[in-house]
């Protein structure tokens, strides 16, 4: 009887285990099959096929990072961090996290607010000025605000928790509108797709059995049109601050230098008819555009640039560089980490890594597919690094998008950790006033 019950408990590990690799490789499969639907449904013009050099550099970092993820075998020696922070802590950490995020939420918009000067009434391009301008800037108040990072994280330990309250719930999902409002004041999108993008992979992550029903589907279709919405009234704002035409402005973006639209589709949407279709194919184009320009602009960085000098980590470590100078520790010129064709514009994950590091971007990626694995692995018996899983779905699945490292995912993490070493010593204390 023993004997069944041992087997059944390593039955039900290694399928826990399994759906965990079948996540990984979804959220990879994902993410290409995600990049191809647009190229092919968005009406675009391909100037200049990908060269070799770029299909190559990208085919291999996939191969490697899946290689890396499939080399790691997972150690049966208990983890430092199981060790630290126990099961039974999940219902303080939970309200631990929520106080967190909301303080550090209101210094952000103080900062944003009080000595930024950013407001509803003012235009996006005159919040952008204010919200640029260095002294404006507060690096005391920047430091406070760091943990606002963390916003989805309360919704993770709330299903974990397996509580049935209302209220807390509430207050967790409220959590995700507040780095919303600060993408309509900023005028950004990924500000607005991100907090969607991450509450439902956390959805997924927590619910191994997803059921659709009305409601979700509701909720979804909901969501969608919020994204819709919101994303269009931002593009509109940037565009009627600008004495061009809402259509033309959109038709001559900076990504249509590599990736324009076709003849057919920028003559229709140049025309003087204005309806409900013309504005859906805008949207649409413009999101297409957006997701698969990435890949050609890193392209153009090969042609461009085929000898630059490589940064080693310090272009995908824009934020910490700008941190560590505004402290004084570093005085490192940040236009040196930026695109060095000098276009606005995103040169995906693998762009990155190519800026960084070349070729030897293949040794950091198998890396990378080991850390994935040893986490992923992990997190079946410790919850702790739910959230660690949460960020490096996203980030798989936007690899050929967005560089989420450079913008947030790496900062996350470290904040994270930081936040789990407080929680550690706040134990520490309550311990030693309670003996």
Same mark, same amino acid.
């Given at each position: 009887m023993k004997q069944k019950r041992l087997y059944s408990f390593f039955n039900i590990h290694?399928?826990?285990?399994?759906s965990k690799k079948n996540l990984f490789l979804t959220s990879i499969v994902l993410g290409i099959m995600l990049w191809f639907f647009f190229l092919l449904t968005t009406p675009v013009k391909i100037i200049r096929p990908l060269s070799n050099q770029v299909l190559i550099f990208i085919t291999l970092n996939y191969l490697v990072f899946v290689s890396g993820y499939f080399f790691y075998k997972k150690r049966k020696k208990k983890s430092l961090f199981k060790r630290a922070l126990k099961k039974e802590n999940i219902n303080?950490?939970?309200y631990f996290i929520i106080i967190i995020v909301i303080m550090s939420f209101f210094f952000r918009f103080f900062d944003l607010f009080h000595l930024r000067e950013l407001s509803f009434y003012n235009s996006i391009g005159q919040n952008k000025i204010n919200a640029a301008k260095e002294e404006n800037f507060s690096l005391l108040?920047?430091?406070?605000?760091?943990?606002?990072?963390?916003? @989805?994280?309360?919704?993770?330990?709330?299903?974990?928790?397996?509580?049935?309250?209302? =209220?807390?719930? *509430?207050?967790? %999902?409220?959590?995700?509108?507040i780095p919303v409002t600060e993408g309509f004041l900023r005028g950004s999108r990924r500000l607005i797709l991100e907090p969607v993008l991450i509450l439902g992979i956390s959805i997924i992550v927590q619910n191994k059995r997803f059921k659709i029903d009305i409601k979700r589907v509701l909720l979804l279709i909901s969501i969608a049109v919020f994204l819709i919405f919101g994303s269009q009234y931002i593009l509109k704002e940037r565009i009627s601050e600008k004495s061009v035409k809402y259509y033309k402005?959109?038709?001559?973006?900076?990504?249509?230098?590599?990736?324009?639209?076709?003849?057919k589709t920028k003559n229709y949407l140049s025309s003087d008819t204005d309806n409900r279709i013309k504005d859906g194919l805008l949207f649409y184009c413009h999101v297409g555009q957006y997701i698969?320009?990435?890949? @050609?602009?890193?392209?153009?960085?090969?042609?461009?640039?085929?000898?630059?000098?490589? =940064?080693?980590? *310090?272009?995908? %470590?824009?934020?910490?560089?700008?941190?560590?100078?505004?402290?004084?520790?570093?005085?490192?010129?940040?236009?040196?980490?930026?695109?060095?064709?000098?276009?606005?514009?995103?040169?995906?994950?693998?762009?990155?890594?190519?800026?960084?590091?070349?070729?030897?971007?293949?040794?950091?990626?198998?890396?990378?597919?080991?850390?994935?694995?040893?986490?992923?692995?992990?997190?079946?018996?410790?919850?702790?690094?739910?959230?660690v899983v949460v960020m490096f779905i996203l980030c798989n699945i936007m690899l050929l998008v967005f560089n989420f490292l450079r913008a947030q995912i790496f900062i996350t993490l470290l904040v994270y950790l930081l936040a789990m070493i407080f929680f550690k010593v706040y134990l520490l204390a309550r311990k030693m006033v309670k003996n």
């Amino acid at each position: 009887m023993k004997q069944k019950r041992l087997y059944s408990f390593f039955n039900i590990h290694n399928l826990l285990e399994e759906s965990k690799k079948n996540l990984f490789l979804t959220s990879i499969v994902l993410g290409i099959m995600l990049w191809f639907f647009f190229l092919l449904t968005t009406p675009v013009k391909i100037i200049r096929p990908l060269s070799n050099q770029v299909l190559i550099f990208i085919t291999l970092n996939y191969l490697v990072f899946v290689s890396g993820y499939f080399f790691y075998k997972k150690r049966k020696k208990k983890s430092l961090f199981k060790r630290a922070l126990k099961k039974e802590n999940i219902n303080i950490f939970l309200y631990f996290i929520i106080i967190i995020v909301i303080m550090s939420f209101f210094f952000r918009f103080f900062d944003l607010f009080h000595l930024r000067e950013l407001s509803f009434y003012n235009s996006i391009g005159q919040n952008k000025i204010n919200a640029a301008k260095e002294e404006n800037f507060s690096l005391l108040i920047g430091l406070f605000s760091v943990f606002r990072f963390l916003y @989805f994280v309360p919704y993770i330990f709330y299903k974990l928790s397996e509580k049935n309250n209302k =209220k807390l719930l *509430l207050i967790c %999902l409220l959590l995700f509108l507040i780095p919303v409002t600060e993408g309509f004041l900023r005028g950004s999108r990924r500000l607005i797709l991100e907090p969607v993008l991450i509450l439902g992979i956390s959805i997924i992550v927590q619910n191994k059995r997803f059921k659709i029903d009305i409601k979700r589907v509701l909720l979804l279709i909901s969501i969608a049109v919020f994204l819709i919405f919101g994303s269009q009234y931002i593009l509109k704002e940037r565009i009627s601050e600008k004495s061009v035409k809402y259509y033309k402005r959109v038709i001559k973006a900076p990504y249509n230098d590599l990736l324009p639209l076709n003849d057919k589709t920028k003559n229709y949407l140049s025309s003087d008819t204005d309806n409900r279709i013309k504005d859906g194919l805008l949207f649409y184009c413009h999101v297409g555009q957006y997701i698969t320009h990435g890949v @050609f602009e890193f392209d153009h960085v090969i042609r461009q640039k085929p000898t630059h000098t490589a =940064k080693y980590g *310090l272009y995908n %470590l824009y934020i910490i560089v700008k941190m560590f100078n505004k402290l004084g520790v570093s005085n490192i010129p940040l236009n040196t980490l930026k695109n060095p064709t000098k276009r606005e514009t995103y040169i995906t994950f693998f762009g990155g890594l190519y800026v960084d590091f070349k070729w030897l971007s293949l040794g950091i990626m198998f890396l990378f597919g080991v850390i994935q694995k040893a986490v992923f692995s992990e997190e079946i018996s410790n919850p702790y690094l739910k959230p660690v899983v949460v960020m490096f779905i996203l980030c798989n699945i936007m690899l050929l998008v967005f560089n989420f490292l450079r913008a947030q995912i790496f900062i996350t993490l470290l904040v994270y950790l930081l936040a789990m070493i407080f929680f550690k010593v706040y134990l520490l204390a309550r311990k030693m006033v309670k003996n």
